[in-house]
């Protein structure tokens, strides 16, 4: 039965993840990087161990970082309340091994870290209840 619940709990959250998607591709075309970002964090990671859920919110989430164009900028607009799940998605895109990934999650970590400090890494990495 468990079972059951947690596959009924997985299509609720890829219908939340698919309506932030459509959220975040309007936020896009209007130009609005940080906005798509801020949205594709909300609500990270689903509340699930289940790895399609996992995977469709990377998705998001990933299509949202790359359309940052202006690092900077972004942080003077992204609340504090961001930095540790930003972190989190940050170091699942530079397991990805995909250079442009990696090249971008390289450039937001660096101002990111210099932003948040070094405890928003440690918080990252030791948070194994938040999984991404």
């Known amino acids: 039965m ?6 009924d709990n997985a299509e609720a959250i890829i219908t939340r993840i698919e309506h932030k998607s459509r959220k975040i ?3 896009l075309k209007q130009y609005k990087p ?3 970002l801020k949205t594709a964090l909300e609500g ?4 699930t161990r289940d790895e399609r859920c996992k995977s469709a919110n990377w998705i998001v989430v990933h299509r949202a970082i ?7 900028g972004m942080f003077s607009s992204l609340d ?7 972190m989190k998605y ?3 895109g530079l397991s990805t091994g995909d250079r442009p990934t990696c090249d971008q999650c390289l450039r937001i970590h ?9 405890g928003c890494i440690l918080r990252s990495l030791a948070d194994t209840v938040n999984t991404v």
């Open 25 to 27: 591709e309007s936020l």
């Open 66 to 72: 790359m359309a940052i164009k202006d690092v900077d």
């Open 80 to 86: 504090p309340e961001y930095y540790d799940i930003l």
């Open 2 to 7: 468990a079972g059951h619940e947690e596959a």
């Open 34 to 36: 940080v906005e798509a």
């Open 110 to 118: 660096e101002k990111l870290t210099e932003r948040a400090g070094l």
């Open 90 to 92: 940050l170091y699942r």
């Open 44 to 47: 990270s990671p689903p509340k």
